[in-house]
């Protein structure tokens, strides 16, 4: 059974970082695409990041509103998938989820991912 479990979350000062980590069992996630997604109080969950494996390396893509703040990557060895995040801002603030696929890319729409993580809370403070 394929597990995500997020970490890494917690209350953080505008203009502070912090790393978010999602760790994947139960599967091999080596070539197939993760990514980020978060909900903020009140509105629905919205794309963050995607890393897939195309022509012979890892792409990344974010929401165009976080390019340059954001970065994700991953471990494959540890299975792992991160997320760091830089000069927060309070409107960072929403429960971050990681996301994946068993085989095959992913997209920035919920519906191309498989599974899903519980989740890490996020609380950007002005």
């Known amino acids: 059974q394929v597990r995500l479990e997020e970490s890494g979350g917690g209350l953080v000062q505008a203009g502070g970082s912090l790393r978010l980590s999602c760790a994947a069992s139960?599967?091999?996630?080596?070539?197939?695409?993760m990514g980020w997604f978060r909900q903020a109080p009140g509105k629905e969950r919205e794309f963050v990041a995607r890393i897939v494996w195309s022509t012979w390396r890892w792409n990344t893509y974010y929401a165009d509103s976080l390019k340059g703040r954001f970065t994700i990557s991953r471990d494959n060895a540890k299975n792992t998938l991160f997320l760091q995040m830089n000069s927060l801002k309070p409107e960072d603030t929403a429960v971050y989820y990681c996301?994946?696929?068993?085989?095959?890319?992913?997209?920035?729409?919920?519906?191309?991912?498989?599974?899903w993580g519980q989740g890490t809370q996020v609380t950007v403070s002005s």
């Open positions: 996301a994946g696929k068993r085989v095959g890319s992913v997209g920035s729409k919920e519906a191309d991912y498989e599974y």
């Open positions: 139960g599967g091999t996630f080596s070539r197939t695409g």
